[in-house]
């Protein structure tokens, strides 16, 4: 058998079974069967909305290896990006110093799910015989972009071990981060996992809970059929006031909202928070097969700890409730320690053409690696769990 490499410039030009063969793949070691947001349905609806592509700075050049038959045998979410907005790894400060330095950073190869700090396969190839050389065969594609698109980099971000081995492996630099997931210790109810804290930390949540619904406020479940665009309108005002806030600029449209809740509408969970019949506040999470995600949250209402009930308590609730093993709550927020979430590694691998750029890249990763690893061990010993000499 012989490979080809092709790009897509847009999932349009991928039928949808044959992209979601390979991304969704139940036997090759995913941590997650179904990943959402690797999907056909994710991705397309990002691009069908206009977040990416167009003047997005994220131009899609997807690529696939296929047989001498035209079949789908891996790909690669790839874009062409002319800056380093929407990846949650920052470049920001390689990119300055580059171009200090007479270099042309921009533009560079992102592969990943735009605007998704979520783990998951990246270089997407169905477990079998030649998985192995289907993996060598789409790096040697990604690089093989990068040199006729001029890029200066190539980028895989929030990697699967088996992808981090293989790009590692191909001499791509590894860089670490760190964020927090809640993981179900086989948790039959809430009061549970409370059981499993520190007295003190236990009251504390409960205290926490207690505040947030205070003002008579409630909290529903929506999902899948049952959510609609009134839903999709409430929700997006509270998207835009968070993103309003902390960057100026949201990425994502509303129009996006309306063909996710179209196409995928039974992977989604939407928490509402009510007061006085109207909503007021909502987070919105993609289920998985074995995990939940927590992706966007905001509010029109400022209300004490409301932000911890909606999207932290409420997703360990419905995680225990259908039996998933971990929640997801996105980047960052040693804040999310206290409330029963743990500090995970997450990992990514880079490939930067110009030598003297590699160097110095790689000296940075090497001291930051340290840091990282050291700071995870420190917040591990500090989570809310109760130690055996303790009640």
């Given at each position: 058998?012989?490979?080809?490499?092709?790009?897509?410039?847009?999932?349009?030009?991928?039928?949808?079974?044959?992209?979601?063969?390979?991304?969704?793949?139940?036997?090759?070691?995913?941590?997650?069967?179904?990943?959402?947001?690797?999907?056909?349905?994710?991705?397309?609806?990002?691009?069908?909305?206009?977040?990416?592509?167009?003047?997005?700075?994220?131009?899609?050049?997807?690529?696939?290896?296929?047989?001498?038959?035209?079949?789908?045998?891996?790909?690669?979410?790839?874009?062409l990006?002319?800056?380093?907005?929407?990846?949650?790894?920052?470049?920001?400060?390689?990119?300055?110093?580059?171009?200090?330095?007479?270099?042309?950073?921009?533009?560079?190869?992102q592969?990943?799910?735009?605007?998704?700090?979520?783990?998951?396969?990246?270089?997407?190839?169905?477990?079998?015989?030649?998985?192995?050389?289907?993996?060598?065969?789409?790096?040697?594609?990604?690089?093989?972009?990068?040199?006729?698109?001029?890029?200066?980099?190539?980028?895989?971000?929030?990697?699967?071990?088996?992808?981090?081995?293989?790009?590692?492996?191909?001499?791509?630099?590894?860089?670490?981060?760190?964020?927090?997931?809640?993981?179900?210790?086989?948790?039959?109810?809430?009061?549970?996992?409370?059981?499993?804290?520190?007295?003190?930390?236990?009251?504390?949540?409960?205290?926490?809970?207690?505040?947030?619904?205070?003002?008579?406020?409630?909290?529903?479940?929506?999902?899948?059929?049952?959510i609609t665009?009134?839903?999709?309108?409430?929700?997006?005002?509270?998207?835009?006031?968070?993103?309003?806030?902390?960057?100026?600029?949201?990425?994502?449209?509303?129009?996006?909202?309306s063909?996710?809740?179209?196409?995928?509408?039974?992977?989604?969970?939407?928490?509402?928070?009510?007061?006085?019949?109207?909503?007021?506040?909502?987070?919105?999470?993609?289920?998985?097969?074995?995990?939940?995600?927590?992706?966007?949250?905001?509010?029109?209402?400022?209300?004490?700890?409301?932000?911890?009930?909606?999207?932290?308590?409420?997703?360990?609730?419905?995680?225990?409730a259908?039996?998933?093993?971990?929640?997801?709550?996105?980047?960052?927020?040693?804040?999310?320690?206290?409330r029963?979430?743990?500090?995970?590694?997450?990992?990514?691998?880079?490939?930067?053409?110009?030598?003297?750029?590699?160097?110095?890249?790689?000296?940075?990763?090497?001291?930051?690696?340290?840091?990282?690893?050291?700071?995870?061990?420190?917040?591990?010993?500090a989570?809310?769990?109760?130690?055996?000499?303790?009640?």
């Amino acid at each position: 058998m012989t490979f080809q490499a092709k790009i897509a410039q847009g999932l349009k030009l991928v039928p949808a079974a044959d992209w979601d063969a390979c991304a969704l793949d139940t036997g090759s070691g995913h941590d997650d069967p179904f990943n959402p947001f690797l999907s056909h349905a994710f991705l397309s609806a990002l691009e069908d909305s206009g977040c990416v592509g167009g003047r997005s700075g994220w131009a899609p050049v997807h690529v696939l290896i296929e047989d001498e038959a035209d079949k789908l045998l891996g790909a690669a979410p790839c874009y062409l990006k002319s800056h380093s907005m929407g990846e949650y790894v920052f470049d920001h400060s390689w990119a300055d110093a580059y171009t200090r330095a007479g270099g042309r950073y921009y533009p560079k190869l992102q592969v990943a799910v735009p605007f998704t700090p979520v783990t998951g396969p990246r270089l997407l190839v169905p477990d079998g015989p030649r998985s192995a050389e289907i993996r060598s065969a789409l790096i040697a594609g990604l690089r093989a972009l990068r040199d006729q698109t001029g890029a200066s980099s190539i980028h895989a971000t929030f990697l699967q071990e088996a992808d981090l081995q293989a790009l590692t492996s191909e001499k791509f630099l590894r860089r670490d981060d760190q964020q927090f997931h809640w993981f179900n210790e086989g948790y039959g109810r809430f009061e549970d996992f409370l059981g499993a804290l520190a007295s003190r930390k236990r009251k504390a949540i409960r205290r926490e809970r207690r505040d947030a619904l205070a003002n008579g406020i409630s909290v529903e479940w929506v999902l899948g059929k049952d959510i609609t665009e009134a839903h999709w309108d409430a929700f997006f005002a509270f998207y835009m006031d968070t993103g309003s806030r902390k960057w100026g600029r949201p990425y994502l449209n509303r129009r996006f909202f309306s063909l996710i809740g179209e196409r995928m509408a039974e992977r989604i969970l939407l928490v509402m928070a009510k007061r006085s019949g109207r909503h007021i506040a909502g987070a919105i999470n993609f289920v998985g097969d074995k995990r939940l995600y927590g992706r966007n949250w905001g509010c029109i209402e400022d209300h004490p700890f409301l932000h911890f009930e909606v999207c932290y308590y409420q997703a360990i609730e419905f995680a225990i409730a259908h039996g998933l093993d971990r929640v997801e709550a996105g980047a960052q927020g040693e804040h999310k320690l206290a409330r029963g979430y743990r500090p995970v590694i997450t990992s990514s691998a880079h490939d930067i053409a110009d030598p003297s750029l590699r160097r110095a890249v790689q000296a940075y990763l090497d001291q930051e690696r340290l840091y990282v690893s050291e700071a995870a061990g420190e917040l591990a010993a500090a989570t809310p769990f109760r130690h055996r000499e303790e009640d």
